[in-house]
C-alpha cells in the first residue's frame, strides 16, 4: 500500500525557521505531484503549496509565498517544506498528500488521493 509519513514537526519561535518532510513507501514518489496542506483547530483545510513530478513547477498560497520551499527529491522519496519567518499564524497540522495528477500542481484537496496522518507545528509567540 502506499502510505505517507510526515516527520520534522515541532516547536519553533516566531520568526525563525523549521522543516519537515514526507516519505512516500509502497510506489515511487516520481508517479505523483505532492502537496502540503495544514489545519488549524476550528478552521478548514488548507491548501499551502502543490509541486508537480519533477519538481519543476511549484505553486504557493499567498500565505506562505516568499517564505516557504518546497523540494523534492525523488530519489529518495521525499518532499521537503522549509518555513522560515514563521509566525503564530503557521501553528497548524501539516499534511502531505499524493495526487494522481502528476503533471500538476494540484491546490484541491479532491486531487489527493493520499494522505499523511499529520506532524505538528507549534509557533510561539
Known amino acids: 500500500q502506499v502510505q505517507l509519513l510526515e516527520s520534522g514537526g515541532g516547536l519553533v519561535q516566531a520568526g525563525g525557521s523549521l522543516s519537515v518532510s514526507c516519505t512516500v513507501s509502497g510506489h515511487p514518489a516520481s508517479s505523483y505531484a505532492m502537496g502540503w496542506f495544514r489545519q488549524a483547530p476550528g478552521k478548514e483545510r488548507e491548501f499551502v503549496v502543490g509541486?508537480?513530478?519533477?519538481?519543476?513547477?511549484?505553486y504557493y498560497a499567498d500565505s506562505v509565498k516568499g517564505r516557504f520551499t518546497i523540494s523534492r527529491d525523488n530519489a529518495e522519496n521525499t518532499v521537503y517544506l522549509q518555513m522560515n519567518s514563521v509566525n503564530p499564524e503557521d501553528t497548524a497540522t501539516y499534511y502531505c498528500?499524493?495526487?494522481?495528477?502528476?503533471?500538476?500542481?494540484?491546490?484541491?484537496?479532491?486531487?489527493?488521493?493520499?494522505w499523511g496522518q499529520g506532524t505538528q507545528v507549534t509557533v510561539s509567540s
Open positions: 498528500a499524493a495526487s494522481l495528477r502528476r503533471y500538476n500542481t494540484p491546490s484541491s484537496p479532491a486531487d489527493y488521493v493520499y
Open positions: 509541486i508537480n513530478w519533477r519538481g519543476g513547477n511549484k
